[in-house]
């Protein structure tokens, strides 16, 4: 069983933030009082939408842009203790239609993004990785 009362005061990145399962981690967390960061690029083939955090939308931080863009993650992950790492595009149909721009999302962008995180987190990182994949470590 998850211990949420471990993410209170804990600053908290959400990349994919304003879509399905990121909102409704935001939602969860921000009720045992985590500092959300959310980071989303809003792009209209995906499944983001800011009504998702509606009713949170004061209590936390939205930056739309592209979790791969290394000048707007940066000074975020600098801030940042733990990460859930779930911007993605998740049509099987998109991946087959447009298997270039889908390898470099789902798979490119995460180990970049991975690797620069791993390096500027000091403490403990979570990260949930496409395909529901997860990792923590040091
Ligand atoms: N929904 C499920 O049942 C389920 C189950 C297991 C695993 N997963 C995995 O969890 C992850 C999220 O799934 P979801 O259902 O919340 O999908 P979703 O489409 O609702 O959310 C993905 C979010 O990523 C954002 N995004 C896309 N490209 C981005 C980019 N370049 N930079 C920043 N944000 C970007 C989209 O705008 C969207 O808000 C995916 O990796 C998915 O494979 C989902």
Not at 17 to 22: W, Y
Not at 58 to 87: C, Q, W
Request: glycine share 8%; proline share 4%.
């Amino acid at each position: 069983m998850l211990d949420f009362e471990a993410y209170r005061e804990r600053r908290v990145l959400i990349t994919g933030g304003l879509g399905f399962i990121g909102s409704n981690i935001a939602q969860k967390l921000v009720h045992y009082g985590a500092s959300i960061t959310i980071v989303d690029s809003l792009d209209p083939l995906y499944g983001g939408n800011p009504a998702n955090v509606a009713e949170i939308r004061d209590r936390i931080t939205v930056h739309v842009g592209d979790y791969r863009d290394p000048s707007l993650m940066k000074p975020i992950i600098r801030d940042t203790d733990i990460i859930f790492n779930l911007a993605a595009q998740v049509s099987y149909i998109d991946s087959s239609r447009i298997p270039f721009s889908d390898l470099d999302l789902n798979c490119k962008g995460h180990f970049n993004f991975l690797s620069s995180a791993a390096n500027r987190i000091p403490g403990r990182a979570s990260f949930s990785l496409a395909l529901g994949l997860s990792w923590e470590g040091s």
